[in-house]
């Protein structure tokens, strides 16, 4: 594969902050939200609320503090043999030949969600989407993460026959654990949460906290949340 160090030109949008929750941003006039927030919300839906709405700070994890550091390492490994290339060059040169990018940029103006992909195989016969994480399962909340990023591409491409594929794979390893097909029904369902999500930001739904105890005596907001599970 060749890699390619992809950019994504979005100075054609009108982007703004959200007034009043960090993290949230107003992009062509709809509420836009990181796709990695999927990943928090299906570990405790209330910690979105804590931490966003009502501007809670803590310290970062040890898992967190490395898997930022770990990223990074990839990401600086990868740009000493990626050439840059827009977006749209990228895309064009997979139909011939298969390319390769890291930390790539995604955006859906429409569905309102954006976020980088750890890792993007484009090739002529299919797409497939990667997102790294440190252990080997295939966790919910992980698997509508990539199904966001893979929406979000489907959205960005338009009319292309290719397979899209998302996928988790081990950090740092070449074991990808779980891979499935982005069809129609996955799609519904990812849409489904995202909704949900945006539901959540307008006040118009709920934040669900999680009845899991074993979560709350891991979570680093217990201190502030008056829903935690006594275990």
């Not at 779980?178 to 069809?183: H, P, T, V």
């Not at 005596?217 to 949340?225: L, T």
């Amino acid at each position: 594969m060749e890699n390619k160090l992809i950019r994504q030109d979005t100075s054609d949008l009108d982007i703004v902050n959200h007034p009043e929750i960090k993290g949230l941003q107003i992009i062509e006039g709809k509420i836009n939200f990181p796709i990695s927030w999927l990943n928090q919300q299906g570990y405790c839906e209330y910690t979105l609320y804590l931490q966003y709405l009502k501007g809670i700070k803590t310290m970062p994890t040890q898992a967190m503090t490395t898997g930022t550091k770990e990223h990074l390492k990839l990401e600086e490994e990868f740009k000493q043999t990626a050439t840059p290339s827009s977006f749209d060059d990228a895309f064009k040169e997979s139909k011939e030949k298969e390319i390769l990018s890291r930390e790539m940029f995604v955006i859906d103006s429409e569905e309102g969600v954006r976020g980088f992909i750890d890792e993007i195989w484009m090739t002529p016969d299919e797409i497939v989407i990667i997102d790294d994480k440190p252990g080997n399962r295939a966790y919910p909340s992980s698997m509508n993460q990539v199904r966001a990023y893979c929406l979000a591409f489907k959205n960005m491409i338009g009319d292309d026959n290719r397979i899209i594929r998302g996928a988790l794979r081990q950090r740092g390893t070449d074991n990808i654990f779980w891979s499935e097909i982005f069809d129609e029904k996955v799609e519904e369902n990812i849409l489904y949460l995202i909704h949900r999500m945006h539901g959540l930001f307008e006040g118009t739904k709920p934040f669900i906290p999680t009845k899991n105890g074993n979560k709350c005596r891991a979570c680093r907001y217990q201190s502030y949340c008056e829903h935690k599970v006594d275990i």
